[in-house]
């Protein structure tokens, strides 16, 4: 490896946020997913956003980031159900941690 300049690397790494492993993503190695959002909807719960404002926030940004992930790995259930908890609680009581009753079924 000396020889051409490379050096041997391990895994996982990461590589544009998402980690690279030879296997398939444990719910741990999903945790940063499950971190990163739920500190997007801690900054916003600071801000008096409406629902619709809280609507577009889910749909757009983190949908988003979700769906960048779910494009490369097979998502472990318990992670899709915990980001989907995450959003839904935003989306009706402005904070990741309230649960609130929504008001429609």
Not at 38 to 62: P, Q
């Amino acid at each position: 490896m000396a020889l051409i300049g490379f050096t041997e690397g391990k895994l996982p790494f990461t590589y544009l946020g998402l980690p690279i492993t030879a296997s398939k993503l444990s719910k741990v190695e999903c945790m940063t997913l499950v971190e990163r959002i739920t500190g997007k909807i801690t900054t916003w719960a600071s801000r008096h956003i409406s629902y619709a404002g809280r609507l577009v926030l889910v749909n757009s940004v983190l949908f988003g980031i979700f769906n960048f992930w779910a494009q490369v790995f097979m998502l472990p259930q318990a992670v899709i159900d915990k980001v989907t908890q995450l959003c839904r609680n935003f989306i009706w009581g402005g904070e990741g941690g309230c649960r609130r009753v929504p008001y429609v079924s």
